[in-house]
């Protein structure tokens, strides 16, 4: 059942609008959101920092950083890492050419196991990807990327730390190719690390930080991310991960603010998430039909796309603020099949409040969603047992009460789960 309410005195944003500015700050940009409202024909940027404009300015580091140093060759390509990939002496990724070494040498076999890299400048590969509203600059000029760790047995396996940097202009439009992203298959940890400025056009398993993830001899983990990457993929996208089939993984304190746009399983931070834990994760962006809408897209989510039944997705203390377009299988947390939610919000316009299908209703708690941007005013679509998920008003969401429960759930789920705060729009968002 469908119920139309009107929104009164509450302003809805369902896109972030972008400032110009590439990679400034080193990816720290404070804690000031948009406020929330639903306007279809938005952007799907972000108010913090531009993915565009940018330019080549004397500190964006575009020239590769300290290319002298590492003994870049002709084809832009550092020769070695100073370093030696330990913890306290990791391999430095100064530039350019040393980003360049290190897909070179994953995607020739060196998968780094064990080793580790820090990012110590801003890198920006291309400028201009993306224009103000976040949406693709179409160009035959941009130098593509070819992912770290192009196939599964080439995975990279290493630890990858961005440092609080950011990089930008990856630029890939690769409409038949699986598994794109800055990584393409990984196997080890990328943390401290935001995407800005860029465009990944592919098939399957697409992810501003991975396509895909596998396991090797360690679980991948994704902590402390934020994507501001356009995606646009037929099947198995997210913000931050397009697909995982099988590894145990763990994406923590990650964030999206781009489109994520196609066909398929999209959601704003994973595609698909087999025994994947996903926890103090948001979503700003927009899902769904949004650059191309012949694309027929069936299971969009503010979080998560999907997990297969009884796959072990687990979802905690996340939040979605963007509105999700296209069929009516969209929902603010996840589509089908999380093993477990918990403490869980959605803002967004979307179709259910929360999900659309779980196994275990007893295992969904302590979650809520606005009512206004709920258009079936219905939190999960079975339900087969007791279930604890709330329909709320905006002012009752902004009350101080609301706040307070929030941070009361986050505290009895644990230690490492974050705080909430409230948002610039009045809103709690969580304080990361």
Same mark, same amino acid.
Request: net charge negative; with cysteine.
């Given at each position: 059942?469908k ?10 944003l369902?896109a972030?609008?972008f ?18 409202t ?13 993915n565009?404009?940018?330019g080549n300015?004397?500190?964006n580091?575009s ?5 002298g ?11 070695f ?7 306290n ?6 530039g ?10 994953v ?6 196991q064990g080793?580790c ?5 801003d890198?920006?590969?291309n ?8 949406k693709p600059?179409i160009?035959d000029?941009?130098e ?7 196939e ?7 630890i990858f730390?961005?440092?609080g ?7 890939i439009?690769?409409?038949?190719q ?5 990584f ?7 943390k401290n ?6 465009y ?17 001899t360690?679980?991948p983990?994704?902590t402390n991310c934020k ?10 996208a997210?913000?931050?991960l397009?697909?995982n089939?099988e ?5 923590d304190?990650c964030?999206n603010?781009?489109?994520i ?6 959601a704003?931070?994973?595609?698909r998430?087999? =025994? +994947?834990?996903?926890? /103090?994760? &948001?979503?700003?962006g927009? %899902? $769904?039909?949004?650059?191309?809408? !012949?694309?027929h ?5 503010g979080?998560?796309?999907?997990g ?9 203390n ?12 969209r ?5 089908n ?7 869980c919000v959605?803002?967004?316009k979307v179709y ?5 299908e779980v196994?275990?209703t007893?295992?969904?708690v =302590? +979650?809520?969603f606005? /009512?206004? &941007?709920?258009?079936s005013? %219905? $939190?999960?679509?079975?339900?087969? !047992? ?5 329909e709320?008003?905006g002012v ?8 307070d429960?929030?941070?009361?759930n ?7 789960f974050a ?5 610039k729009d009045?809103?709690?968002e969580?304080?990361?």
């Amino acid at each position: 059942m469908k119920r139309i309410k009107k929104c009164i005195g509450i302003i809805f944003l369902s896109a972030f609008s972008f400032l110009f500015s590439n990679c400034s700050g080193g990816g720290t940009e404070g804690s000031e959101k948009a406020p929330i409202t639903h306007n279809d024909n938005s952007g799907g940027g972000n108010e913090e920092n531009n993915n565009s404009g940018g330019g080549n300015d004397d500190n964006n580091n575009s020239g590769g950083g300290n290319e002298g140093n590492n003994g870049t060759s002709s084809s832009g390509i550092a020769t070695f890492f100073s370093g030696d990939g330990t913890q306290n002496n990791p391999y430095i990724i100064s530039g350019t050419p040393e980003l360049r070494k290190l897909a070179k040498d994953v995607n020739e076999g060196n998968t780094y196991q064990g080793k580790c890299f820090k990012l110590t400048n801003d890198i920006i590969l291309n400028t201009n990807v993306l224009d103000f509203d976040g949406k693709p600059i179409i160009k035959d000029e941009f130098e593509e990327w070819t992912p770290i760790g192009c196939e599964s047995k080439c995975s990279f396996c290493g630890i990858f730390d961005g440092n609080g940097h950011c990089i930008s202009g990856i630029y890939i439009n690769q409409e038949e190719q699986n598994n794109l992203g800055l990584f393409g298959f990984l196997s080890g940890e990328v943390k401290n690390l935001t995407i800005k400025d860029s465009y990944l056009r592919g098939h399957y398993n697409i992810g501003g930080i991975a396509g895909s993830v596998i396991t090797f001899t360690s679980n991948p983990v994704i902590t402390n991310c934020k994507n501001y990457t356009c995606i646009q993929a037929d099947d198995h996208a997210g913000g931050i991960l397009g697909d995982n089939e099988e590894s145990p993984c763990v994406v923590d304190r990650c964030m999206n603010y781009g489109i994520i746009s196609g066909g398929g399983t999209l959601a704003g931070i994973a595609g698909r998430a087999n =025994k +994947t834990t996903i926890k /103090n994760c &948001a979503n700003y962006g927009l %899902v $769904g039909h949004i650059l191309d809408e !012949s694309k027929h897209a069936w299971y969009l989510g503010g979080i998560v796309s999907f997990g297969r039944r009884n796959a072990g997705l687990k979802i905690y203390n996340c939040v979605n603020f963007g509105d999700i377009k296209g069929n009516d299988s969209r929902s603010g947390i996840c589509v089908n099949y999380p093993d477990s939610i918990a403490n869980c919000v959605n803002y967004g316009k979307v179709y259910y409040g929360i999900c659309e299908e779980v196994v275990n209703t007893d295992k969904v708690v =302590k +979650t809520y969603f606005l /009512n206004i &941007a709920c258009e079936s005013g %219905v $939190g999960v679509k079975r339900i087969y !047992s007791s279930l604890q998920c709330k329909e709320m008003t905006g002012v009752e969401m902004q009350s101080k009460e609301f706040l307070d429960q929030l941070n009361s759930n986050a505290r009895i789920l644990g230690p490492d789960f974050a705080k909430w705060r409230f948002g610039k729009d009045g809103f709690p968002e969580l304080d990361m």
